[in-house]
């Protein structure tokens, strides 16, 4: 065949035969080269395994496609059937694949797209088109790397400290992150990025790769001795849970692969602006939640005090979670009965859902959709609705175990429930979390997770469909569900249960990289933090929660009047900040001292900047300067602090009042810095008056 082209944003993909295509490059655009024109270059490149890699082909690592029937095994060996492609040079494209394997007795399709940004999606369908079963094992998507990406970045953590990122070389052999938490995971990676060596933020080659899907998962990376490697990610499906019956297929979640030629932050930018041509959302609303300000303690003038506060700070949503459902006293009982709480509502949620409204707030509620307390009225009804064998409970987290949402009878209640108390509250919001992990799922005989998140994505999208305006957040114990599958369905991520500023600065950074800002939950804890025990500044605490969709976790009848007054300051000080923050590109310096951090969101006509000083300093001379990167090297800005003077010695004289300087100065010599104290924060905002 000859070769094809898609191109966008300073990105090329090529695809070449003979058979099923073969992705021959993956990365800078090659101008205005096409067609035959390649055919020189390419035949001095290495061997690339095809778009489904397996032996037939000469590659001898992992198979893209792995399966068999009872008593046969008929290696596959695809026969391209047709080739569909609609591309235009530096617009993208899409091309579509149908290949097939008559005595395998298989169909494989293969979706293959690259949107304006040069973000490449890609996705397969096999189909059994023979009389016998055929057990699916596995079916990944891949793309592959040049041999000068030498080095891995991935991400692990746990409960409150998600996105912990981890470095390694990438040598021969396969890396493989698997998860089998039936849900993304809190030490689910995210990410998989190849790069070449010290590739950081601004500077570097870099290939990632991200399953859009929210059960079982595999990203991993190959190197093959002979050279040719390559980025991957799908489903992880467990022995029996796909069976293909004659005429039945399986398609994979799509898989999202990006580049960048300087760093982290342009493949980051292309999956920003993927999530961003989503579902439009309205302004982001200041959000308060409830939960670490009275836990299950739901007395009514308590709740009315804590709304009141929160309205005077300007916040602009209320959120009232975990304990107003029957019986949900405590963690152990309830989960299920979604119905209020008839003793400690008598009226139901109408006078706190009023009195919010009133005060010119939205509001929200919490659910917990997908889980159930043994101790509840509807596991006592229905004990045969949970997800595991039928004669034996799966091990207990939580004080609770998971609803088999694919049993319809369970999935027509919840969303009966859900649908009925929207209606009645009218509510604006719900924070739908998702507190276990999913342990010997069983559903019909067989392994349920696949099961499972498509009957969640089903919940959430009939709810959708029957209330438009209701936003959704993904809450699953903090971070342990984001991912593109579940970004697809919802408005935010609760980015992770630990409202520690000093925490959340690397967990919002690393997280930031697949999210943008205005998905990203970021709320302003309490002065000593219910996670860590640690104490810290109200202005850190809030400078952290500013770049992210702000809200507030703070029992606020317990502020002091000083302490309100500057929340307010903070507040307004974001909501006139939000236009740029929620909508702008992110960038992230690599800045030379491991104990500060500088990063921002800059538009073409205005940038916002925090200089992050996270702890002491270990060298005794001046900070090194503060150098803000993507700007206009061209144009002209006028640059000075925003928000309150933070605590520090030294503060240079520009802090003092605006100054004028090029994008090229400002990107390259930079800022003189301050001395900051540790956990202290300086905001700067610069405005482009070239324009």
Excluded at 317 to 344: I, K, P, S
Excluded at 527 to 542: E, M, N
Aim: aromatic fraction near 8%; glycine fraction near 12%.
């Amino acid at each position: 065949m000859t070769p094809l082209i898609l191109s966008a944003a300073g990105t090329a993909l090529v695809l070449d035969g003979p058979g099923l295509p073969r992705v021959r490059h993956f990365g800078a655009d090659l101008g205005p080269a096409a067609g035959s024109d390649l055919l020189p270059a390419l035949a001095s490149l290495a061997p690339a395994p095809p778009l489904l890699p397996a032996q037939g082909d000469s590659w001898y690592g992992r198979p893209g496609l792995s399966g068999g029937r009872a008593g046969e095994h008929w290696p596959v060996r695809w026969t391209l059937d047709r080739l569909d492609a609609d591309a235009a040079p530096g617009r993208g494209g899409t091309v579509t694949i149908v290949a097939s394997d008559a005595r395998a007795g298989l169909e494989l399709v293969s979706e293959l797209a690259m949107d304006a940004e040069g973000l490449v999606t890609l996705r397969h369908t096999v189909t059994n088109t023979a009389g016998s079963p055929y057990r699916l094992e596995g079916l990944t998507c891949a793309l592959p790397v040049p041999a000068r990406a030498g080095e891995l970045l991935d991400f692990t953590g746990r409960w409150a400290l998600e996105k912990v990122p981890q470095r390694t070389a990438f040598g021969q052999g396969v890396w493989s992150r698997e998860n089998r938490r039936g849900r993304t995971g809190h030490d689910g990676t995210g990410l998989l990025v190849a790069g070449t060596s010290g590739f950081g933020f601004r500077g570097g080659e870099v290939w990632a790769v991200h399953a859009g899907w929210s059960g079982n998962h595999i990203h991993y990376a190959e190197r093959l001795p002979e050279g040719p490697a390559l980025l991957a990610a799908g489903e992880l499906l467990e022995p029996g849970e796909i069976v293909l019956a004659e005429g039945e297929s399986y398609r994979t979640p799509q898989v999202y692969f990006t580049w960048s030629g300087t760093g982290l932050d342009e493949a980051s930018a292309r999956l920003h602006h993927h999530v961003r041509a989503g579902r439009s959302l309205p302004v982001r609303p200041v959000t308060l939640n409830n939960w670490e300000a009275t836990y299950f303690d739901h007395g009514l003038d308590r709740l009315l005090e804590l709304a009141g506060k929160a309205a005077a700070a300007g916040i602009e949503r209320f959120v009232l979670d975990d304990g107003w459902f029957r019986h949900r006293r405590h963690d152990r009982a309830g989960l299920g009965d979604w119905y209020v709480d008839e003793g400690v509502w008598p009226n139901g949620l109408h006078p706190l859902a009023e009195h919010v409204r009133k005060l010119g707030m939205q509001f929200g509620l919490w659910f917990e959709p997908e889980m159930v307390n043994p101790d509840s009225d509807l596991l006592r009804a229905h004990p045969d609705w949970v997800l595991g064998q039928a004669d034996r409970l799966p091990p207990p987290q939580r004080n609770q175990q998971v609803l088999d949402l694919a049993r319809p009878e369970a999935y027509d209640y919840l969303l009966e429930r859900l649908d009925s108390l929207v209606s009645e509250y009218e509510l604006d919001y719900i924070k739908w979390d998702h507190n276990r992990d999913i342990a010997e799922p069983v559903h019909d005989g067989v392994p349920g997770v696949h099961a499972q998140t498509l009957a969640a994505y089903r919940l959430l999208d009939e709810l959708r469909a029957r209330h438009p305006k209701l936003e959704i957040e993904s809450c699953s114990s903090g971070g342990a569900r984001i991912d593109y599958g579940v970004l697809a369905r919802t408005d935010r991520v609760w980015t992770s249960d630990c409202n520690d500023a000093l925490d959340r600065q690397a967990i919002q950074r690393w997280t930031g990289l697949l999210v943008p800002p205005e998905r990203m939950g970021s709320h302003v804890g309490a002065p000593q933090d219910h996670s860590t025990g640690r104490s810290l500044p109200l202005a850190f605490r809030a400078a952290t929660a500013l770049f992210g969709h702000m809200g507030v976790e703070w029992d606020l009848t317990s502020a002091s009047e000083a302490e309100l007054e500057e929340l307010a300051e903070w507040i307004a000080l974001h909501k006139r900040l939000r236009p740029v923050l929620h909508s702008g590109r992110v960038v992230r310096a690599d800045h030379p001292d491991p104990s500060a951090l500088l990063h921002g969101v800059v538009l073409p006509e205005r940038g916002v900047f925090a200089f992050v000083q996270l702890t002491s300093r270990l060298a005794l001379g001046g900070p090194p300067p503060l150098r803000l990167p993507g700007l206009d090297p061209a144009a002209v800005y006028e640059v000075r602090m925003a928000g309150p003077k933070p605590q520090g010695a030294g503060m240079p004289e520009w802090t003092g009042g605006p100054v004028r300087l090029t994008g090229a100065v400002l990107g390259e010599l930079g800022l003189p810095a301050p001395a900051l104290r540790p956990t202290s924060v300086l905001l700067i905002e610069v405005e482009n008056l070239s324009l």
